[in-house]
Structures are given as C-alpha cells and as structure tokens.
C-alpha cells in the first residue's frame, strides 16, 4: 500500500535541564529588573513556511532574581525569548546554536516504492540526482554507473520474462490442442514424431511410475519403424520443452488442484 501522507516539519522541540547557568535577564520590559536562575531550557526550532524565515524560540524556567537575589518568597518563573538566538543573553544564544541540527528536510513529495516507479518516473528521479549531485562529480559518476547497471538489468530482465511467459502459454494452448484433438497422433509418422516432441508419449509426472502410467514412445518408434538414433534425438527434443514446460507434471499438478478444490 503506498504512503498518501505528506509530511511538512513545522518545528522541532528539545527540553532539558541545567544547573550551574549564569542568571538571565528578561528581555519582558513589563517584568523590569527580574531574571531567573535557568533549571530548565526549552528550546523550539521552527521552519521557515508561510513566509517567515526559519527562527527558534526558548522558555527558561528557574529562580526567580532579583538584584542577584532570588526573590522571596523563592518561587519558579519562565522567561520567554523569542525570534533568536540573535539578540538573546549570550549564554542562551549559545545554546541554542548548540542544539540547532541541520534544518529539517522538507518533502512534501510522496515517496513512490520502487516497484511502481516507471520509466519515466526513474528518469526524472535520475534528473534530480544529477541535479543535487552537479558539484560532486565522482559521487554522480558512481550513481550513473549504478542507475545503468540496475536499469539495463531491469530491462533485460523484464523483457526476457515477458517472451518466458509468452512461450509458455503458446506451449500450453498447443498440449492442450493435442491432448483434445480426436486425431489419432499415433497413425501417421509425421503426426507422431510431432505428438513426440510437443506432448510426448511416455508419462512425465514427477512420481514413481507405475503399470498405468504412458509408456508409448518406443511403440510408436516401432509401428513407424523410426531408427534408435531418430528415436534418441526425440527424446533430448521433448526433454527440452518438458524441461522449461509445460509438461505432463503439469497437466498432472492441474488435475491434482481440481481434485482439492472438489474436496
Ligand atoms: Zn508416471
């Protein structure tokens, strides 16, 4: 199933305490003279979307100072920074530069899984690693290499199934032409060479055989007086087809799923 969210980063939040903080100012004009004594630090990181730049904002909780003194009765307080860290408590400015990562990648795009992708699709997917990847020529010379190889093995492999699988329903529909026919393929020595070498003669299912089971190539050599070697060069043919199929044993696995299904 393919994954329709699309997913935009809007901000990132870390939180985390500290001891041992230098006292910070507000930066509030209507809180005047207090600062705090930091024990927690909350630091969020938003992405530049709707027009405005990428920016981080911060709410410091502590003691409440004053004068370099908490204030009495001691009590917590958060201070809140916006827009920074430019203009912030040096201290502060500096933490948030510390836990700044790399801007989150944003990727609207759904990812295709790889197997629905197409020609085209790979191509521009392609056009677009050429794109990222123009200053960095041996990292490109790499990804061309790859994209080439795979795509030619792809290729390759897509074609040769599709003739596989052609081949085999063409087989298929001609066994069971000749196994409906009411022509006896044993009378003539043409029709039976060819019953030899689309169909075969003798059983071949893939079992222990038993009385019952077809047994009639070398009866059919005889009555048309086929030499051995004749007799010979038809059994490599058949064992050629019977070997890519279909062939007896699959006629047989057929039957034996009808079989289950009446169960
Ligand atoms: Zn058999």
Redesign the pocket.
Known sequence: MTDETVRTPYARKIRYGVTGAPILPSQNPHTGDMAVRPSLVELVYSAARDGRTARVSASVTGLCMRDGKPVQPEGQVALHYKNGPDGWPAWLANEARLHAAAPPVTDPEPRVPLAEHTQQTLDELYDRVQEADAYYAEAQHVAQAMYRAWNEQRTALTEGATVAAGVHNTLLVLRIRLANSSRDWAQNSDDAWMYAVLYGWD?E?Q?D??PT?PKLLNEVATKHGWTPDRVERIRKHRAVFAKVGPNGETDAAARRAVDNEED
């Open positions: 059983c299912q079992h055989h038993t089971c």
